[in-house]
């Protein structure tokens, strides 16, 4: 089974803090998303990587960095947090493109 | 413009009551369409791919279809356990990597 985890399913995060959140994949997946989940607008991409330090933005990467240093971790950072990036945030991966991305079980985080 | 509509967004159902869900997307050259479940809180489950029209798959009172515009998931005889957010993606038409997803159809099943 593929198994994809994250390193927390709730935080608070007070304004302008530093956040970390972290992803791991356990199937030697090549590609790894993030994901921010909001009710009204559905799952959003906000970036992806198909190898060890590359990335790609997503249709919302502002905000947000992300870094792959090793391949089963992918993290994604906000350098600033602020309120409206309280949300959902959703990691992902997938054996190749366009195939079949497994999900992890979220981090709920709300900012403060 | 690639695009994933599902409908209804919400659908009630009595338990034992069979229905279906609509995802219909435009997408040129389509390469698979998936569907999840979500359940609160959690992270969605993946439970099918479809490739071609007139494929189908099937686990345990679920089954999806697709055809060149559209899938459906038919739920037959629902039990409250089924109650849950089903979601469908498709991948870019383009040489992008990422999935597109609709926004979901919350299922009801009450007993």
């Known amino acids: 089974d593929v198994k994809v985890t994250q390193s927390s399913r709730y935080l608070v995060k007070r304004t302008g803090e530093k956040v970390f959140l972290e992803c791991v994949q356990d199937m030697d997946h090549e590609n790894m998303f993030w994901y921010r989940q909001d009710p009204g607008l559905g799952l959003r991409l906000i970036y992806f990587?198909?190898?060890?330090?590359?990335?790609e933005k997503g249709d919302i990467p502002e905000g947000y960095s992300v870094s792959r240093e090793k391949k089963e971790r992918f993290s994604l950072i906000l350098e600033s947090a602020s309120t409206n990036q309280t949300s959902m945030y959703l990691c992902?991966?997938?054996?190749?493109?366009?195939?079949?991305?497994?999900f992890g079980p979220g981090t709920r985080l709300l900012v403060l | 413009e690639d695009q994933v509509t599902q409908s209804p967004e919400a659908l009630r159902l009595q338990e034992g009551e069979s229905s279906s869900l609509n995802c219909s997307y435009t997408?040129?050259?389509?390469?698979?369409l998936f569907w999840y479940r979500q359940d609160p809180g959690k992270g969605p489950e993946f439970l099918f791919t479809?490739?071609?029209a007139g494929e189908e798959k099937e686990k345990e009172r679920l089954k999806a279809t697709l055809t060149k515009k559209e899938s459906f998931l038919h739920i037959t005889a629902p039990k409250p356990e089924d109650s849950a957010t089903y979601l469908c993606a498709v991948p870019q038409s383009q040489a992008g990597t990422a999935l597109i997803f609709g926004k979901g159809t919350t299922l009801s099943v009450s007993s």
């Open positions: 479809l490739y071609s």
């Open positions: 997408v040129s050259g389509l390469r698979g």
């Open positions: 992902a991966s997938s054996l190749r493109f366009r195939e079949t991305q497994y």
């Open positions: 990587s198909y190898d060890v330090k590359m990335k």
